[in-house]
Structures are given as C-alpha cells and as structure tokens.
C-alpha cells in the first residue's frame, strides 16, 4: 500500500501525459538510503515510466538491476575514503559526552562525513559528458534524496520538478522548509536528546538550540549553498533549495513523530522501509535484552 501511494504521487507530478511513460531522472544517496529508493524506482519503471539513475563510479550498496537505466560519472576519492569518514561517524556516536560536548562532537563528524560525500556532487558537475546526457534526456521530473543537496542542484540547474524522498533533516529543515508549526514547548530539537516531556530548564536549553539551528546547518551546508550558488549563478540559501520540491515523499511514520501539522504535499511513507525484510538472526533470538526477556522472533526492516 505504502509503495502503491509513493507512486502515486509521483505519478500525479509527471502529468500530463497520462497515456505515455514519463522521463525521471533519479539522483539518489548511497547505502541504506538508496534500499527504499530502489523499490519505488523498480516499480515506476514497472509502469512504463523511463527511469535513468545517475550514480557515482564509487558508491555504498547501490546494487542495480536491468528495469531501468544506470548512468555512472567518475570520483575524485576512494572507497576507503568513505569507509573511514562513516567509521568516525559512527564511533562519535558511541561517546558518552555530556552535553554540550556531545553535541559538539556530532556536528563536527557530521560536516566531516557530508564534506567528504559531497565530493560526489562536484564530480558530478566537473563531468561535462554526463552533464549533457542528462540535458538532452528531455527529462519531466527530478527524484532525489536530499540530504547532499546534489539532486536539488540538479533539479535547479535543468530547471526541472522536484521530489524529496526522504527520512529527515538536521536542524528541523524538513518541517522549517514548507513552514510547518514545530512548538518548542514539547517538539525537542535535534542533538538535545529531550523527550516530548520537558523541564523548564530543558524547554531553555531547546529554544536556545532552536535559536542556532539554522546557524549551524548553514555552517553544516556551507559547501553545498556555495557550490550551488556557483553553479545556478546566482545566490542560493539553504532553504532556496528546499522550498523548490514539489512533493516530499517521508519515509517517517506520522504517529511516531511528535504531532504537528504537516503541509498538503507531505506524504508520510514509512512502510516503504520495510520493504525488504530479513529475519532476525538466531544470535540475536537468543541474547536477553536489558530487562531480561528475549525479542520476538519477528522481522526487522531498516530506516
């Protein structure tokens, strides 16, 4: 049902056209991201649409198949190079650091691990033979994860439709950008750990953070706006960027997420991440969890 609606909507942006497959060019974000993405993209293409993802020589679990088109242009860096920026971001986040130090040590890992993958989106741009494939493929629509912003570049840059798809952004950008009420009384921010249960003290500490959000994630986004503004030749915010997509598909389930009002081409997809399931190893079966009972042999899904 998720998948079905997803497509939907994508099909609703590719109008007119309705006896014809659309063009979609498809800028998606490697590893686990790109796991969800690929069934939307399989059954889009199962419709009759004419899909082409465009993806790095170098890249994360982007396994591929024949129902759609592949375009890869070449990268500056290694695989290595990737593995290393993920491992530091990962082992940051296992530090047990007292706030604000905790937070300091995730933002800083996180624009070293976005620097490092955002190279990607250079290449992509320096690659002129790719650049004029995509021109001349006469595309309808732009599908793109957009944590790296390459895909909202691109879309900009052709001046093509735009649709996030998407699990969520730093500093509450996903609900900043279509200007949705986040009330600080009870909505904690990112990298604050609070609950929706707060003292006074922690309500302070989440409008002070609230107040440096955007602040830091210019400073987190810094390659990506001064890249895009040198490409799009013209100067471009952060929420520039943002505010171009059509449609944001989330791959968030509405009634786990603080409640808020959302914004009519928000479409909440999260079923979509348990699209390919595996079951839990026989380990994990039997290893007790913290109060001493054993997980339910059920199925796991990634987000």
């Not at 974000?29 to 170098?58: A, D, F, N, T």
């Not at 088109?69 to 290393?84: A, C, F, G, I, R």
């Not at 830091?216 to 171009?244: H, M, P, W």
């Not at 380990?283 to 990634?302: E, I, M, Q, V």
Request: aromatic share 14%; proline share 6%; with cysteine.
């Amino acid at each position: 049902m998720t998948l079905r609606l997803c497509c939907a909507w994508i099909f609703i942006l590719l109008l007119p056209g309705l006896s014809d497959g659309r063009k979609l060019l498809v800028v998606p974000m490697g590893g686990s991201h790109w796991l969800s993405m690929r069934q939307v993209v399989e059954k889009l293409s199962e419709r009759g649409h004419k899909v082409v993802v465009v993806i790095p020589e170098v890249s994360w679990q982007m396994e591929t198949t024949q129902a759609y088109t592949v375009k890869t242009y070449p990268v500056s860096y290694t695989l290595e190079e990737l593995d290393n920026a993920f491992h530091e971001y990962v082992a940051t986040h296992l530090k047990d650091l007292p706030f604000p130090l905790n937070a300091l040590a995730l933002y800083n890992s996180s624009v070293h691990v976005f620097r490092t993958f955002f190279v990607q989106c250079k290449n992509l741009f320096s690659s002129k033979e790719t650049l004029q494939y995509l021109n001349q493929s006469g595309f309808d629509a732009v599908l793109t994860d957009p944590v790296f912003m390459c895909g909202a570049t691109l879309a900009n840059y052709f001046s093509l439709p735009l649709v996030f798809f998407m699990r969520g952004f730093p500093c509450n950008l996903h609900y900043e950008a279509p200007q949705c009420p986040s009330p600080l009384s009870y909505a904690p921010r990112l990298f604050t750990f609070n609950s929706d249960h707060m003292t006074f003290f922690q309500r302070v500490e989440n409008a002070l953070v609230s107040l440096l959000e955007l602040v830091y994630c210019n400073g987190f986004y810094e390659d990506a706006i001064k890249f895009s503004s040198e490409v799009l030749q013209r100067d471009v915010s952060l929420l520039d960027l943002l505010t171009s997509a059509s449609i944001w598909l989330l791959r968030f389930d509405f009634v786990f997420e603080y409640v808020r009002p959302v914004m009519p081409n928000m479409v909440f997809i999260g079923g979509i991440n348990c699209a390919q399931r595996k079951p839990l190893s026989e380990d994990f079966l039997r290893s007790p969890t913290k109060n001493g009972l054993h997980p339910p042999a059920t199925n796991y899904c990634h987000q």
